[in-house]
């Protein structure tokens, strides 16, 4: 598949994507998820995304085509100022898994993360048995550095 993908902000119409990717119990494993989301909490969450990602401290973005197809979401967080890194997190729609998305979006967020964000560092903590995820993230470039029950993958990204 040879796609033109780009990463925008979240948009109100996004809301049953959101509501579906949130709630689906399998992905909970791999966050701090609990319990689903309310459609009223992820319509606030919505709302909210605009505020600027230096006070935030958090971005997400959602990876589409121009055609406004949806694939997943990607989301920059724990903004770390003083050493120029955030980490990341990423979730392809099942029914496009395995077809490059993520390899694809994780591209684009690096660009995005040196030339709007002017990080130099980013990360994301995954679970040893993830195995799917740490060859995604190894394909593009990050380094596995194990740190108790997760493995750590982080790149320098510096342009």
Same mark, same amino acid.
Request: glycine share 4%; net charge neutral.
């Given at each position: 598949m040879n796609l033109s993908l780009n990463l925008r902000s979240l948009e109100p119409d996004d809301i049953n994507f959101l509501l579906k @990717?949130?709630?689906?119990?399998?992905?909970?494993?791999?966050? =701090?998820?609990?319990?689903?989301?309310?459609?009223?909490? *992820? %319509?606030?969450?919505?709302e909210n995304s605009k505020e600027d990602f230096f006070s935030a401290k958090q971005q997400r973005f959602v990876l589409n085509d121009f055609e406004s197809n949806i694939y997943g979401l990607?989301?920059?967080f724990d903004y770390d100022h003083q050493n120029s890194r955030a980490a @990341?997190?990423?979730?392809?729609?099942?029914?496009?898994?395995? =077809?490059?998305?993520?390899?694809?979006?994780?591209?684009? *967020? %690096?660009k995005h993360a040196v030339e709007q964000f002017n990080l130099s560092l980013l990360y994301a903590y995954v679970g040893i048995d993830n195995i799917p995820s740490r060859a995604l993230f190894k394909a593009v470039g990050f380094q596995e550095k194990l740190i108790t029950d997760k493995i750590l993958v982080q790149k320098t990204i510096n342009a």
């Amino acid at each position: 598949m040879n796609l033109s993908l780009n990463l925008r902000s979240l948009e109100p119409d996004d809301i049953n994507f959101l509501l579906k @990717i949130e709630n689906d119990e399998s992905l909970w494993k791999y966050s =701090n998820t609990t319990k689903p989301y309310s459609r009223e909490v *992820l %319509q606030t969450h919505i709302e909210n995304s605009k505020e600027d990602f230096f006070s935030a401290k958090q971005q997400r973005f959602v990876l589409n085509d121009f055609e406004s197809n949806i694939y997943g979401l990607i989301d920059l967080f724990d903004y770390d100022h003083q050493n120029s890194r955030a980490a @990341i997190g990423i979730v392809i729609a099942s029914k496009w898994r395995r =077809n490059g998305f993520a390899k694809s979006g994780l591209k684009l *967020l %690096q660009k995005h993360a040196v030339e709007q964000f002017n990080l130099s560092l980013l990360y994301a903590y995954v679970g040893i048995d993830n195995i799917p995820s740490r060859a995604l993230f190894k394909a593009v470039g990050f380094q596995e550095k194990l740190i108790t029950d997760k493995i750590l993958v982080q790149k320098t990204i510096n342009a």
